[in-house]
T-cell receptor, first 113, second 112 residues
């Protein structure tokens, strides 16, 4: 049972435009959500997170939006840069669940010149 | 500040063998989690150790086990290897129930 879903395996965006990566979840007990970026042969790198008590969190070019009623979150990257090309994973944590993260299957973002 | 160190980086084993992977967390971090990444499956949680105790366990068979030492270093063991165990194994460390998790570069295990 895939509790965290990233339905778009890939996304292609032009440099300078906005990249929007989406993530849906089914478990109402998730209280904290994270986005990670991963290059081949490297471990995931933390990008940005959001608590379930908020609906938006911003950090530089990265903004995460959370819609709890729709069980949906999205990562916006503005402006997109070629160095942003990587696989992006959405992850979620259950309240009181220690440090166990449930990950989506990832979205490959390609930022073209 | 040193990051999370995983050794070895690459490993080739034969079916039926066993393997031990090592993870050294960031200094001061007491929680270590392990994940398996296979193509199309994302990252699957294996287990988490905190202060030498297993705190969480994922849905993997008993062939997958782990432990944590008093210095917070962790090892993961897979016995009776199967071809399907070929994957990237990632370790992540964090301080006590923090909201930040730092991953190592992983160990690429190939079972032939």
């Amino acid at each position: 049972d895939q509790q965290v879903k990233q339905n778009s395996p890939s996304l292609s965006v032009q440099e300078g435009r906005i990249s929007i990566l989406n993530c849906d979840y089914t478990n109402s007990m998730f209280d904290y959500f994270l986005w990670y970026k991963k290059y081949p042969a490297e471990g995931p790198t933390f990008l940005i997170s959001i608590s379930s008590i908020k609906d938006k969190n911003e950090d530089g070019r990265f903004t995460v939006f959370l819609n709890k009623s729709a069980k949906h979150l999205s990562l916006h990257i503005v402006p997109s840069q070629p160095g942003d090309s990587a696989v992006y994973f959405c992850a979620a944590r259950v309240a009181g669940g220690g440090n166990k993260l449930t990950f989506g299957t990832g979205t490959q973002l390609k930022v073209e010149l | 500040k040193a990051g999370v160190t995983q050794t070895p980086r690459y490993l080739i084993k034969t079916r039926g063998q066993q393997v031990t992977l090592s993870c050294s967390p960031i200094s001061g971090h007491r929680s270590v989690s392990w994940y398996q990444q296979t193509p199309g499956q994302g990252l699957q949680f294996l287990f988490e150790y905190f202060s030498e105790t297993q705190r969480n366990k994922g849905n993997f068979p008993g062939r997958f086990s782990g432990r944590q030492f008093s210095n917070s270093r962790s090892e993961m063991n897979v016995s009776t290897l199967e071809l399907g165990d070929s994957a990237l194994y990632l370790c992540a460390s964090s301080s006590r129930d923090s909201y930040g998790y730092t991953f190592g570069s992983g160990t690429r295990l190939t079972v032939v």
